[in-house]
């Protein structure tokens, strides 16, 4: 209290104690989701005004984003300008009028007079300027400072995201103020002296990490006062605990998986700032590594000889067992990894197929060998194929450019480029880059009793290690097109060719190249929000032709371990190339969770481990937000001015897409100490689900608003149901839970007499009733 | 957004189920659930008149739909190994009519053609006809309107004479030009075009139709019952069946799935049937893809090695059950027999290729099996297996699962109770289904 103004010493010491136990008890009624509007703070009758005694003294600051950065994103400090301040004692989320709000001024500075000092908010409306940029502010937005942080500041309570996010975090975790300010700090490299400071009296890698946090955070919080002044129901309905409420009765949605009765309530302010940290039971990560293998059924991968270290990683962590492809080949999987849908590709053509008119490419020139520095390009100026397909996707949302728009980072990380090579171009063989087979003692390749590989074979770096078809963003425009593209495509190490690169000749060597930018990113931290990390494709199991000679013998010899085995190779069979590519994982699985990132608790990161696709040579070749068999009539959709939904024909063969290939293995693991493990998801997902999963962990759409989900990542059950007339293929479903998307989080509870639908990619027989917990595979602790 | 049923449309749906081919031979408005009908192509409208007019045989009474019959799954009408053609309807054939549905994905033949697995290793693969001597359905058009067996035009010219004389000549230059028939061969190519974009657009060429695809694309009505799912999993199992390996039911090239085919070509000794003209004469030996009739994979010299020899293309197994000839030649005439051939060609060759040099019994014995092609049980002699192909070329005999070349009298892959679950889930195969409400409880399909 020393470091509050105190301008007359009355009686006041029993209301203040008062005030904040009554907003403690208000807030925490809040939680319980009751209506706060009657928090008896005095008898009716004739309230006594306490005399207004202390007087708070801070400034709200804010940041702002501004998008199209070639580099980090660019994100300034300033302060809120007629924003209100106000003891929220009925903990409303909102500065009413009989909360005696005072405004704050051009630098953001409030003096607010109280009977007693209490933990205050900044009520930010759409008048309020931002004046980092000097916008208005464009939803209503609320900051909190709790009581401890206002006693502790002097005439300067900063009331900022930070803040709020400290005082969310108390309740979140049960904890205290100087608890969630010391883990705020943590998270974000700074001193715990600067944490709650000003933004703008702060300097370098400091202010630039609490600008980054504060944006983010200012969006999150945005989100929550509009959930909460939207009068959201709470919790979204596709988090609440064993399926959608709202298709319970609905017409066109089958009733054996529709069970669940809503009993939801008007959203609370104290509700909505934690769902806005878990948009539909998904948490907020800082950092998700997505390491991207190559077509294996998950009965060539589940219990395998030869891949013992993923299915070590798989049982310790977590996994969904019914986890579908979404196209064949990989580029439509890629595609749709990229933006939830595969626009008709149905092949692994370069990206300029067809791409004409409208869809012409437009990051000109293209990277063909008549460029400077390009001689060795393989890339095709011209693609004319039979089917006509567009391969370059334009103008359609995706996650890089949302993550982006965002204020956050993306990066993918690909191993086995030509240094020098234009990423938009497949890596060419090297003649000057020569490495040893890889030879694999007995015991090593899925129980062998020989030695695997030839010590005396030297392979010169073949072509095609690296394939656009296998960059999820590559098929995107607006990505490619992206000013950060360039700097958000990164190299990754490890490769057999790695310490040969150096020799390479097919392009200049870039000054200060980086061979392993991914094992330097871990080391700084600078690694994306949203890592795609995509081995060679040796390493990512898909297999290639891999030659070279015996320098004993002088005879031609193929590598042991780069020969493709098909996706459904029964899991005995297995081969070499599955054990590479178990090692290869092993070694980036151990180097993220070598880094600083993953040793820091306070930062929320996980690795997913995935294939593109399974076989499905029989069964299910997919499953929500698929393209249902060979039906022809599938389009996309466009959103009319009124919010209704059309058809939209101009997406040539887009009935051939979004077929799906299948089933493989998809498991989790996470650096929190507290999050569940060995925890099993059997519902239903696809690609579509998991672009939707990441679209709600980095809140970049908004559940009450279909068309905030990009693609096809929008087909919930209800989506459906209620727009069937234009997405035909769903017509006549047998189980419209099958067919529709939702997030990855377990919230749905497999009724109990269920079987569950499945493809020839497992070999076990169909599980029948529900998961033994819904553990949600996500959850933080 | 209105919020329809579920329901609604897919009684709707169903209610369309209904329509078949007019008596006129117009066009089949088939079984369409969820498949588009988008009005077809002044080309397509020209191909449907092509594909039903007779007056484009030398006979005037054979038209494409005499042989690929719409209301036969564009197959043949009956169980004839051979159609008879010409310019009096007497001259036999010398293949079997295969279907001419679900083409719409065939690729372009290749000696190398990728697998549609996308992982098997590339192989004689691709093209039409049983020998895939047409890289697409545009030059498989042809053949048929100029070979002596068949439509029997005398030329190009002779077709293009026809087609000017035609009451939907007016159609044809509105779809391709005024000047269209001055051109002879550009006027045949516009006609083969044309028929091409019928097959391609017309849905009744690729109906999905099927209690398959209804299970396949998880729409009511297409719960396999248990005997369907067993059969399924013969079809699949690579250590029974195997069918799938080539009659592939996966996703394959650009989108496709389920076509139970992958395009390739096998080697697998169908006996030589004594009833097609040609075969009486034994220096005739049709051996597909090298030849006779296809001519770029022909041996350098009689006998010369050739892989290619013997081979003929995998068919799409969708609407089999409704066949009645089997294979290349049409020598089998039922699914039954046909699965029975796969089953039992290397354990008991002696139901399947004649005897040379023994003795006939004058009842066989009781265990004799009365389903394959010969009846009569011999004593003695040399079953003459693999009888339609030289003996050079046995060699190019595929040996994968179900025909593994195991012993004669060792016991064959599949069960008697495989073989009838096998003929359930093929069944599944066949166009036109509607699901009856209530499912039936009785019948050889149903547990």
């Known amino acids: ?781 | 957004m209105r919020a329809v049923t579920l329901a609604t449309i897919s009684s709707l749906a169903l209610a369309a189920c209904g329509g078949r081919s007019g008596s006129d031979g117009a066009s089949p408005e088939a079984a369409v659930k969820f498949r588009a009908t988008p009005p077809l192509s002044l080309a397509a409208q020209v191909g449907r008149k092509i594909f039903f007019d007779k007056a484009l045989s030398a006979s005037g009474k054979m038209s494409c739909a005499t042989c690929h019959d719409p209301n036969h799954a564009y197959g043949p009408p009956n169980d004839l190994a051979v159609q008879p053609g010409g310019r009096d309807l007497t001259t036999p054939g010398l293949r079997a009519v295969p279907s001419l549905r679900y083409k719409e994905y065939t690729p372009a033949y290749a000696d190398l053609l990728d697998n549609p697995d996308g992982i098997s290793v590339p192989g004689p693969g691709g093209g039409f006809t049983w020998d895939g001597r047409a890289d697409t359905l545009a030059q498989q058009a042809g053949v048929p309107l100029l070979s002596a067996f068949e439509m029997a035009n005398a030329g190009a010219a002779d077709v293009v004479a026809k087609l000017r004389a035609s009451a939907y000549s007016k159609l044809f230059r509105q779809a391709f030009g005024d000047d269209v028939f001055n051109d002879t061969t550009a006027a045949f190519n516009e006609a083969s075009a044309a028929l091409q974009a019928y097959q391609l657009e017309d849905s009744s060429f690729h109906p999905y139709s099927s209690k398959f695809d209804l299970y396949a694309g998880n729409k009511i009505g297409g719960a396999m019952t248990p005997a369907e799912a067993r059969g399924l999993a013969v079809f699949s199992n690579p250590k029974i069946g195997n069918c799938s390996s080539c009659h592939y039911q996966g996703a394959g090239r650009n989108g496709s799935s389920a076509l139970f085919t992958d395009f390739s070509y096998e080697a697998i000794g169908v006996p030589r049937n004594a009833r097609i003209r040609a075969n009486l004469d034994a220096a005739y030996v049709d051996m597909g893809v090298c030849g006779p009739l296809r001519t770029d994979h022909n041996p350098a010299s009689p006998a010369a090695p050739e892989v290619h020899c013997g081979m003929f293309g995998t068919p799409t197994l969708r609407n089999v059950a409704t066949r009645k000839v089997f294979f290349h030649n049409g020598v089998i005439h039922s699914l039954e027999q046909a699965i029975r051939f796969y089953n039992t060609r290397d354990t008991n060759p002696e139901i399947w290729y004649p005897n040379v040099g023994g003795m006939p019994r004058g009842s066989p014995d009781p265990s004799f099996p009365q389903y394959g092609l010969v009846t009569t049980q011999y004593d003695g002699g040399t079953v003459q297996k693999f009888d339609d192909l030289p003996a050079g070329y046995h060699s190019n005999i595929d040996t994968q699962m179900p025909l593994d070349a195991r012993a004669a009298g060792s016991s064959p892959p599949m069960t008697e109770q495989n073989i009838a679950d096998l003929i359930c889930f093929l069944s599944t195969l066949t166009d036109g289904y509607k699901p009856s409400a209530p499912s039936p409880i009785s019948g050889p399909c149903v547990n």
């Open chain 1, 1 to 781: 209290m020393a470091t509050l103004r105190k301008q007359k010493r009355q009686k006041s010491s029993r209301i203040v104690r008062n005030t904040s136990v009554l907003a403690a008890a208000s807030m925490l009624a809040a939680c319980g989701g009751s209506n706060t509007s009657t928090v008896p703070t005095a008898p009716p009758a004739s309230p006594p005004v306490p005399p207004l005694s202390v007087m708070i003294k801070g400034i709200v600051t804010a940041a702002a984003f501004t998008p199209g950065s070639s580099t980090e994103p660019m994100v300034t400090g300033g302060y809120y300008q007629g924003a209100t301040v106000c003891i929220d004692a009925n903990a409303n989320g909102k500065c009413d009028s009989n909360e005696n709000p005072v405004t704050t001024d051009a630098n953001g500075a409030f003096t607010l007079a109280v009977a007693a000092a209490g933990p205050i908010i900044a009520d930010i409306g759409t008048m309020a300027v931002n004046t980092a940029n000097g916008a208005t502010n464009p939803t209503r937005n609320v900051f909190r400072a709790l009581l401890d942080q206002v006693n502790e500041q002097t005439d300067a309570v900063i009331v900022s995201p930070l803040s709020s996010e400290v005082a969310r975090l108390t309740e979140a975790n049960g904890s205290d103020y100087q608890t969630e300010k010391q883990n705020l700090a943590t998270r974000l490299g700074v001193e715990l002296g600067q944490v709650m400071t000003d933004v703008n009296t702060q300097t370098g890698v400091v202010q630039a990490s609490m600008l980054r946090e504060s944006n983010i955070l200012s969006g999150r919080f945005a989100y929550a006062i509009t959930k909460l002044d939207r009068a959201d129901l709470y919790p979204d309905a596709l988090a609440v605990p064993g399926g959608d409420p709202e298709i319970t009765g609905m017409a066109g949605v089958t009733a054996a998986t529709a069970t669940v009765a809503d009993t939801r309530k008007p959203i609370t302010f104290a509700q909505a700032e934690q769902a806005s940290f878990n948009v539909e039971g998904i948490p907020r990560y800082d950092h998700i590594f997505i390491v991207m293998l190559e077509n294996k059924a998950t009965l060539s991968l589940l219990n395998s000889p030869f891949a013992p270290k993923i299915n070590a990683y798989l049982h310790a962590g977590n996994m969904l067992t019914s986890y579908y492809a979404t196209g064949n080949p990989s580029e439509p999987n890629y595609t749709a990894l990229g933006a939830g849908d595969d626009f008709g590709i149905t092949d692994d053509s370069q990206w300029n197929c067809d791409a004409t008119g409208p869809n012409a490419p437009q990051d000109l020139p293209l990277p063909t060998n008549d460029q400077p520095g390009l001689a060795s390009s393989p890339f095709a100026a011209t693609c004319t194929q039979a089917a006509a397909v567009n391969h370059n996707i334009v103008g359609r949302p995706n996650l890089f450019n949302a993550i982006s728009a965002a204020g956050m980072t993306w990066r993918t990380y690909s191993e086995s480029l030509n240094p020098g090579q234009d990423l938009r171009t497949d890596s060419v063989a090297d003649p000057a880059v020569i490495a040893q087979d890889h030879v694999y003692q007995p015991g090593t390749v899925g129980g062998n009793t020989a030695v695997v590989g030839d010590p005396n074979l030297v392979l010169p770096l073949p072509a095609a290690l690296y394939k656009t078809k296998h960059h999820p963003g590559m098929a995107y425009q607006n990505v490619r097109s992206a000013p950060e593209f360039k700097f958000s495509n990164r190299t990754m190490g490890g490769s057999q060719w790695e310490d040969a690169l150096k020799n390479s000749t097919m392009y200049a060597i870039p000054a200060g190249y980086d061979f392993d930018q991914f094992g330097s990113d871990l080391v700084s931290g600078d690694v994306g929000n949203l890592n795609f990390v995509v081995p060679d494709q040796c390493d990512d199991m898909h297999g290639i032709s891999v030659k070279g000679t015996d320098v004993a013998t002088a005879v031609t010899v193929t590598a042991s371990d780069c020969s493709s085995v098909a996706n459904n190779v029964p899991n005995a069979t297995g081969g070499a190339i599955i054990t590479r590519g178990d090692n290869y994982v092993d070694s980036v699985v151990k180097k993220i969770e070598a880094s600083p990132l993953w040793n820091n608790p306070q930062k929320k990161v996980a690795i997913v481990l995935m294939f593109d696709e399974g076989n499905a040579t029989s069964g299910f070749n997919s499953c929500c937000g698929w393209n249902v068999s060979n039906s022809t009539v599938a389009h996309p959709l466009t959103q009319n001015a009124d919010g209704s939904w059309s058809v939209d024909m101009t997406v040539n063969n887009y009935s051939n897409g979004n077929r799906g290939h299948g089933q493989s293995v998809w498991g989790l693991l996470s650096n929190q100490p507290s999050a569940p493990k060995a925890s099993v998801d059997s519902d239903v997902y696809s690609h579509f689900s998991f672009v939707r999963t990441l679209q709600d962990m980095f809140q970049l759409a908004d559940p009450m608003n279909d068309a905030s989900y990009m693609n096809r990542s929008k087909y919930t059950e209800k989506f459906i149901a209620q727009n069937i007339l234009n997405l035909p293929e769903y017509a006549g479903s047998a189980d419209t839970h099958f067919d529709s998307v939702r997030p990855t989080n377990h919230a749905f509870a497999i009724p109990i007499s269920y079987t569950q639908k499945q493809s020839a990619d497992i070999s076990t027989p169909a599980q029948v009733g529900p998961d033994p917990t819904q553990a949600n595979i996500w959850a933080l602790k």
